[in-house]
């Protein structure tokens, strides 16, 4: 019997903390990435972001507007203990509000209202090996 390639084994579901205050658009969004077989973690706030942030992720995708903080900083702590990639999402999209984002050390910035095939196309960019440059 051959030996297993480590192309034959399947690859482990990308595990995303999706931080949006706004709940239909969480349970939303967290539904459809579901489908699309992402492992979804939903927190509503910088605080449980940091609360479940106590495991490993391997994407954040975050509103930059929370009830208790900024995403930008929310990323800039989580970056500060743990590897991790990121999608900034606002309602603002100057150069100004991407290039922040980019500061913080989120892979890209998309605006609302998001399109879900735009999404899902930064997710595959964002969390490729290459995935580390801003390519917004």
């Not at 539904?31 to 106590?54: C, F, I, K, N």
């Amino acid at each position: 019997m051959p030996a297993q390639s480590r192309h034959d084994r399947p690859t482990p579901r990308l595990r995303i903390l999706l931080v949006e205050d706004h709940q239909d658009s969480a349970d939303m969004l967290s539904q459809l990435l579901t489908l699309h077989d992402y492992e979804m973690t939903v927190a509503r706030s910088v605080q449980e972001a940091l609360a479940a942030a106590s495991r490993e992720f391997d994407l954040l995708i975050s509103d930059i507007r929370l009830p208790d903080g900024s995403g930008l900083e929310l990323m800039r702590r989580l970056r500060a203990n743990q590897d991790i990639r990121g999608i900034a999402v606002s309602g603002f999209g100057t150069e100004e509000d991407r290039q922040r984002s980019l500061e913080a050390g989120y892979g890209t910035h998309l605006t609302n209202p998001l399109d879900f095939n735009q999404l899902l196309e930064a997710i595959e960019r964002v969390s490729a090996p290459q995935g580390r440059q801003g390519d917004v």
